[in-house]
């Protein structure tokens, strides 16, 4: 529909016509323009949106990524996997062996938090240092070497002993999209081969080691 205004008719679609229905030079391109414009801000509005989920998932990617190196090099340098065959000699011969030795000393010239270190049997995954901070919020959200990261590092509740000596220990640790610190322990709820695998994980401290047997395992809500 147009209406007549002088010697204009408005075209909602097109823009200004002349009486002889031609576009009117200038006119109509000022009314295009508004409205290339209005699609090119609607389209950068959305890219805007597009390219904002793009940067958090690299951001997230990244975290993941800095977190999990991290962890590999400090693996790296304090962890030695012993041989399963090798024979134990001295004092410890016939004892349970421990699957790997971990260095302390070099943990501590890091952290000196560190309590212990946690491996899973039957997730290896789960093979970290524990530390025991002041309370529960200075490592819930920064990593062994003391780097902010979503990832945290495994920690023992403030409110108990540093040394497992405790009746009921607590251990915290996040349930990380990545699968990595805790996310696995799901296994043993959701997956029987899991737990048939293997029912054991560790606890290496600086006096001695700790073998414990896991005895139930569930999921639960965070409040």
Request: proline share 3%.
């Amino acid at each position: 529909m147009c209406r007549n205004t002088g010697n204009y008719r408005e075209n909602p679609i097109c823009g200004y016509n002349d009486t002889r229905g031609q576009c009117a030079s200038g006119k109509m391109k000022a009314k295009l323009q508004l409205r290339i414009v209005a699609e090119m801000e609607e389209a950068c509005q959305k890219n805007s949106v597009f390219c904002y989920a793009r940067y958090n998932l690299f951001h997230i990617y990244t975290e993941y990524k800095k977190g999990t190196d991290e962890y590999n090099e400090i693996a790296q340098m304090a962890v030695t996997e012993r041989d399963p065959d090798g024979e134990e000699a001295g004092p410890s011969a016939g004892e349970l062996k421990a699957p790997m030795n971990i260095d302390f000393a070099s943990l501590k010239s890091v952290n000196d938090d560190v309590v212990g270190w946690i491996y899973v049997e039957a997730v290896p995954d789960i093979n970290y240092p524990i530390v025991h901070g002041k309370d529960n919020e200075t490592y819930l959200h920064r990593t062994y070497e003391k780097n902010y990261n979503f990832a945290g590092t495994i920690f023992v509740d403030y409110e108990n002993k540093g040394d497992f000596s405790d009746c009921n220990t607590i251990v915290y640790g996040h349930n990380m999209k990545n699968g990595s610190m805790f996310a696995q322990l799901k296994k043993f709820s959701q997956n029987e081969e899991t737990y048939k695998k293997s029912k054991y994980f560790w606890i290496f401290t600086p006096e001695k080691n700790y073998r414990y047997e896991i005895i139930s395992a569930y999921t639960t809500g965070v409040n």
